[in-house]
């Protein structure tokens, strides 16, 4: 137990940002190996850019996604928790089913709203899907997983406790984009596996907002939000986005929030892009996030 205590507390405490940083460019850096021979086609611009993506969003979320919302946690933890020094055979199994839910619910608001949707497009916009591409994403994307973390500090979970959970889960989140694992039989239908979270990646319609939970499928069971492969998954936007350079691919989410708001005339449709879900549009026609967008632009 001491043992475990230690990882516990180095991995939540000054291990925290080694460890994901080892696990995704050390998942990054082996894969692109294995692609010399096993994926002769590996995208390296585009890998290039999702790296890129990765390095600037990280810059600009230490304080917006690390210290308010690590801050908020202790406050709640230091002044409302119902449990003292909770044991860490509960703590550690309560903070991965919370912060599953709460990954869960972040990533689902995240495609169903469309200002959000805006932040967390350019974690999709990748044609490709490998490791590179699982750290791919906008600053402001996954702003809410802090707020729906603090049921945990409330019931008395330890803020090392549950960094550490999110940074073992994170990493698991890092692996489900390999490139180079083929579909695991049951465990798909019990873990998000990588073939499982390129279901989510996928544009083609019967895809399209499935499979949102980080580990496990159990929430996305729950919720009726689950999808298992019928035709081979064909990851990226579908509109596609065929920009390499990061400083300007972070804003495609944006860009293509703005062209369906510049479609409306009224104020009150322009603003509704905002909250109503990114496939929905003030005159019914099938525009940039609509399931269904290749086959209207081809019609």
Avoid at 182 to 201: A, E, F, I, Q, Y
Wanted: hydrophobic residues 45%.
């Amino acid at each position: 137990m001491e043992s475990i205590e230690a990882a516990i507390e180095f991995i939540g405490g000054p291990g925290t940002l080694w460890v994901l940083a080892g696990v995704y460019f050390g998942s990054v850096i082996l894969e692109r190996l294995w692609a010399i021979r096993g994926n002769p086609d590996y995208d390296n611009a585009d890998a290039l850019c999702s790296i890129g993506l990765n390095l600037m969003g990280s810059i600009l979320n230490l304080i917006i996604a690390i210290l308010i919302p690590l801050a908020l946690y202790v406050m709640v933890f230091d002044n409302l928790r119902l449990v003292d020094n909770m044991a860490l055979w509960a703590a550690i199994p309560l903070a991965f089913i919370i912060h599953e839910l709460a990954y869960y619910w972040d990533h689902r608001l995240g495609h169903r709203i469309g200002l959000l949707w805006a932040f967390h497009a350019i974690h999709h916009s990748s044609n490709e899907f490998n490791h590179s591409t699982a750290a791919r994403g906008f600053f402001l994307d996954g702003q809410l997983k802090g707020i729906f973390a603090l049921p945990a500090a409330f019931i008395g979970v330890d803020p090392v406790v549950y960094i550490a959970v999110s940074v073992l889960t994170n990493s698991f989140g890092i692996w489900n984009h390999a490139s180079y694992v083929p579909r695991l039989g049951w465990v798909d239908h019990v873990l998000m596996t990588p073939k499982m979270h390129k279901v989510h990646h996928a544009n083609q319609p019967q895809y399209i907002d499935r499979n949102y939970s980080q580990v496990t499928l159990i929430f996305d069971r729950l919720f009726g939000s689950i999808a298992h492969i019928e035709e081979e998954p064909d990851p990226g936007l579908v509109k596609r986005v065929y920009d390499n350079n990061p400083l300007t691919a972070q804003f495609a989410g944006l860009i293509q929030l703005k062209d369906r708001m510049d479609t409306a005339e009224s104020w009150q449709d322009k603003l509704a892009y905002l909250w109503r879900p990114p496939e929905w549009s003030h005159d019914g026609v099938c525009r940039s996030d609509c399931p269904k967008y290749a086959q209207a632009v081809s019609a």
